[in-house]
């Protein structure tokens, strides 16, 4: 059973570029989580998603940020007109639906987004 | 909202002694779950174990266990035996288990655990 897959692990911008994360849940898991971890700092949450739906977005700064989790395919984080203040460990996680496995969130293993 | 506190920047121990790690929250909720999870210099995050606020025994996973103290709001975690490998950035979790709409995670900002040899 594959874990939660993150892709690319690292991506280079120049500023003023666009990036895009992508994450596939674990099999079974209708939960999406994005996490940013900046450096030397704990995980800040940023949006939680369902299939199609949003369901909290009240750690996504209000411009150039933007996440979807589509019926089909993968979760996607983006990020308009990168600066250098977006260079961080973006984390997804995923979760089964409420109830499930004891709500434990599983993790992803980042992607480094470098915006120079 | 959840608030999660980790009051310990960093931590050191000896090989083979044993440590605990501070973590405490503020919640008005009953129904909750709290986590630790593990982060070496890979930087994955890795659980390492967890504990649902309705259960009045502390969890236990090998060398690692938990002192829950629910009316005080705390939620240690003790290694036991440490090793090398334990070395890493420890953050305590907190998950509500009734507010199906604020329903992520919220971190502490994290315990640098050392090992010396």
């Known amino acids: 059973n594959a874990g939660v897959m993150q892709n690319p692990r690292h991506l280079v911008r120049r500023r003023g570029q666009e990036a895009r994360l992508r994450c596939s849940p674990m099999k079974g898991h209708s939960h999406v989580y994005w996490y940013r971890q900046l450096p030397e700092e704990g995980l800040k949450f940023m949006v939680y998603?369902?299939?199609?739906?949003?369901?909290?977005e009240s750690g996504m700064p209000k411009e150039r940020f933007s996440a979807e989790f589509p019926k089909e395919g993968p979760s996607i984080l983006r990020i308009q007109q990168v600066v250098r203040g977006d260079s961080a460990a973006y984390f997804c996680?995923?979760?089964?639906?409420?109830?499930?496995?004891?709500?434990?969130?599983?993790f992803g293993e980042g992607s480094w987004l470098t915006v120079v | 909202a959840q608030t999660v506190t980790q009051s310990q920047p960093e931590m050191s121990v000896q090989e083979a002694e044993t440590v605990t790690l501070s973590c405490t929250y503020d919640t008005s909720e009953s129904d909750y779950y709290l986590f630790w999870y593990k982060q070496p210099p890979s930087r994955q995050m890795i659980l390492v174990i967890r504990q649902e606020a309705y259960k009045q025994q502390n969890a236990t996973e090998n060398r690692f266990s938990v002192n829950f103290q629910k009316a005080a709001k705390s939620f240690s975690l003790k290694i036991s035996d440490s090793q090398l490998g334990d070395a890493a950035m420890y953050f305590c979790a907190y998950r509500s288990a009734v507010d199906l709409n604020n329903n992520d995670m919220r971190f502490g900002a994290g315990t640098r655990l050392t090992v010396k040899p």
């Open positions: 996680a995923s979760s089964p639906p409420s109830g499930g496995a004891g709500n434990t969130i599983y």
């Open positions: 998603l369902q299939k199609e739906n949003i369901i909290d």
